[in-house]
């Protein structure tokens, strides 16, 4: 979580994430929900090949969020 705070806020102190600009620390939230849920669906894929389909999905669906926001 604090890689992702750091990356977020560049030049500005941890504690403004929390004081003064709260959109970035719902932000890196969500992105650990993404990565966690990421995470859990490529353990799935290992053990089932059913699953691979959904975590290829949730791949593709993030890849085209990043995309969108830059």
Not at 5 to 30: C, F, G, H, N, Y
Not at 47 to 55: A, C, E, H
Request: no cysteine.
């Amino acid at each position: 979580m604090i890689n992702l705070l750091r990356t977020e806020l560049k030049d500005k102190p941890l504690s403004a994430a929390m004081k003064d600009d709260q959109k970035i620390l719902k932000k890196v939230m969500r992105e650990m929900a993404r990565i966690r849920r990421e995470k859990q669906f490529e353990g799935e894929a290992k053990v089932d090949s059913r699953k691979k389909l959904g975590w290829l999905m949730l791949k593709v669906k993030h890849k085209a969020e990043r995309e969108k926001e830059a």
